[in-house]
Structure formats: C-alpha cells, structure tokens
C-alpha cells in the first residue's frame, strides 16, 4: 500500500529493561524499545502475551518493577497518565449515549482552560480531521460503529497529545469496516503526524497498519522489524506461523566448499546462504520455510523458473480470487500449502492427481531445528 511512510525523527519514546510482575506472573520480560515521532507503531501478539499491560504502562496506567519508561526523554516513573504527553482510545468506545457527537468530542477538554467557544472549535476541528464534519449535533447512540469508534478518535485528538495509544480499536466492528477504518487511521495518522502505538492480535491488521511491529509471546518483545522483514525474514519458526502462513519442511545443512547447502525433504538439494538464514546458519538438522505464494502449480507443457519437484494434489480450497492447494511431496507425509491467483479463472485440478510444483531456492527461510 503506498499511502504508509517511514517513520522520521528521533526516538519519541524508550522503554529500557522495563520488567513487570502480577504477583508470581511475569507479565512485562526485559522491555527495550525506541519508538519514533511520528511513527505507526504495533504491538501483536496472540491473546494474553502483555500486549495491553506495556500499552498500559507506557500510558501511565500501570506500574513497572524495574527499568525506564521515557517519553521525550522524560522519565516517566511516577509521571500519572493525565499528565503523560499520551491519550488512550480503547476498545470498548466508551461514547456517552445520552450527549451530542461535539458534546462527546468537548468531554476531552473538560479540564482545560480554553473558553467553550475555544473548546467547541477545537472540537469541530477534531470532528473534521476523523471525518465527521457536520456531525456535531447529532445524538451520538444513533451512531454506526465505525461512527463511535471516529468520534472516540476525536476525543482522543482534541487533546493534542504526542501519542495516541490505541487497544484493539477496530476490534468491534465487521470485516468490512474494519478494513476501511484501517486505511483511515493511516490516512489520519499521516496527516496529523503524531505517533501511533496499536495493539492487535491480527496480524494482517498490523501489517496494513504499521510502519514497525513488535511481536510479543509470553511477556516479551521476540521481534521488532518493518512488516515486509517480518513477513519475509521472522527470526524464528514461531514468528514465522504467527504472520501469516508458512511451510515447514525438513532439513540438513551443510557446509562444502565455502558453500551452504541444504537438503530439503522433498525438494532436494540446493545452495542457499547466511542471508536466508534469520538465526544464523544452522548447520545439522534444520527446518525450511516458504510462504504459500512462493510455490506454483505447473501447467503440462510448463517448465518452472527455478525448480522443479513432483507431487500430488491433497486438498482444493477455492476462495474466488485465490484457490490454495494442499499438496504432499513425494517422500513427505506433511501436506504443504501453495496460493495461486485466478487471474483469468479457475484451473481444476482433481485431489488424488499427480502435479508438478515450481520453487524458488531463494525464498527459503532456514531454521535451526529446535527454534
Ligand atoms: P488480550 O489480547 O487478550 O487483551 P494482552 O496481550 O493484551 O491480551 P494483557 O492484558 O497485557 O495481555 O495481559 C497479560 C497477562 O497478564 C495475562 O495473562 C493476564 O491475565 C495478566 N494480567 C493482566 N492484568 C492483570 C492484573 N491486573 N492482575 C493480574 N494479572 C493480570
């Protein structure tokens, strides 16, 4: 998607060594983080990795044991959340049914001391930037949900604050909307150019989403990198089935010559190099992985790009612009999955026939065994 940039300027927040304990739960591991002005930040993880707490503990709603929380090179150890440079839209909208769209937006000013003319500018101005210009005077329960959840960003960004955290704020809304507020929120971080730190579970939100991502299991940060390092380069097999779907297969590495080569179960042999390797090259037992869309199913008459291994059709899952084919190659009991497009219609292939699938050395990833 074109409309997303790099992150620019020095680091707005940093997170040192940052530990945290719910009692005998280590929720927060050795948190080191620099977050820059004006950058689309994610947190992912699967559901209970911490995600919300470090949300939390950067908004000033959480303590920490140890480490450092600094904002614009601030520590913000016993700095409380009203005074942090930082605003919080959460999940739940908590929009107030029985006040107007600006009395709503207003809300966020209540303790400012601007004149009511001054905070009902301010508060049109916000309404504009999420899009609702006009909406001011209307009640905010005859609201859509993709409505509320804008109306909550106002609120949020009639204060003007440096960071806007935001905790699943999409999570409540259909497939559709969601997808639409997504481009928004992009589209609305770029144009007031302050940062963004997301929490999400949805891993294909986050790429959409973020101009940097941080993946975390069980309290801690596994891998922080731009969406295309994590689709294409995750450091670790864990990553890799957490972002999108990746086959594995088995292998051994070795070095002859100066060279790498590894022999992949079903593929064969093939050279590959310290590049394709996230962890370091595993030499020994090994695990290959490639993402679906590296794979093609060959036509008669077809010769592949790059390599070529027979195998034979298991499953076929048509999902009208895509169709994914599990296929088993020969000596291998784990199907593998291959996404083709269909550009000009569906090829019908029979489950139960032999196929030829094409495969680039190049886009494997190789695992130490055990990572
Ligand atoms: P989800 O996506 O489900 O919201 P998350 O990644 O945001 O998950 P957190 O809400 O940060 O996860 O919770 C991390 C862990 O800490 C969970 O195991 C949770 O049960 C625990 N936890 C969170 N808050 C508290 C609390 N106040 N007291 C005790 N344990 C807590």
């Not at 003319?117 to 999420?130: Q, S, Y």
């Not at 963004?196 to 891998?223: C, K, P, Y």
């Not at 595993?282 to 679906?292: N, Q």
Request: glycine share 10%; charged share 25%; aromatic share 8%.
């Amino acid at each position: 998607m074109t409309i997303k940039k790099k992150p620019s300027g020095p680091a707005l927040i940093t997170l040192q060594k940052v530990e945290k304990h719910y009692g005998d739960y280590h929720a927060l591991r050795d948190i080191n983080l620099e977050i820059g002005q004006g950058e689309f930040f994610s947190l992912l993880g699967p559901s209970g990795c911490g995600k919300t707490t470090l949300l939390r503990t950067i908004a000033g709603f959480e303590d920490y044991d140890s480490g450092y929380v600094m904002i614009s090179s601030k520590d913000m150890r016993g700095v409380p959340a009203n005074k942090r440079p930082t605003n919080m839209v959460f999940q739940s909208y908590a929009i107030f049914p029985h006040l107007t769209v600006l009395q709503n937006v207003a809300f966020g000013l209540r303790k400012s001391a601007m004149s009511k003319a001054e905070k009902t500018k301010a508060a049109e101005d916000a309404l504009e930037m999420v899009g609702l210009k006009g909406y001011g005077h209307r009640a905010a329960h005859a609201l859509s949900g993709g409505q509320r959840q804008r109306v909550a960003l106002a609120r949020a960004l009639v204060l003007k604050p440096k960071v806007l955290l935001l905790d699943e704020p999409l999570s409540a809304l259909d497939r559709k909307m969601r997808e639409q507020m997504q481009v928004e929120l992009i589209k609305l971080q770029r144009e007031v150019g302050i940062t963004f730190i997301l929490v999400t579970h949805d891993q294909e939100e986050a790429l959409v989403m973020s101009d940097r991502i941080a993946v975390m299991f069980e309290g801690e940060i596994v891998q922080c990198d731009d969406p295309e390092v994590l689709y294409r380069k995750p450091k670790s097999k864990r990553v890799a089935d957490f972002i999108g779907v990746m086959n594995f297969l088995p292998a051994t590495v070795r070095e002859e010559g100066g060279k790498y080569i590894a022999s992949v179960a079903g593929l064969g042999e093939t050279e590959i190099t310290g590049e394709q390797c996230p962890a370091g090259v595993p030499l020994g037992e090994a695990t290959v992985g490639f993402r679906p869309e590296t794979l093609t199913l060959l036509y008669e008459g077809q010769t592949a790009t790059h390599r070529e291994a027979p195998a034979t059709i298991e499953e076929v899952v048509y999902y009208g612009d895509m169709t994914y084919y599990d296929v088993k190659f020969e000596g291998v009991d784990k199907p593998v999955r291959i996404s083709m497009r269909n550009i000009f219609g569906r090829d019908v292939l029979d489950v139960g026939a032999p196929a030829r699938v094409s495969w680039s050395p190049g886009a494997l990833v190789v695992f130490g065994a055990g990572e």
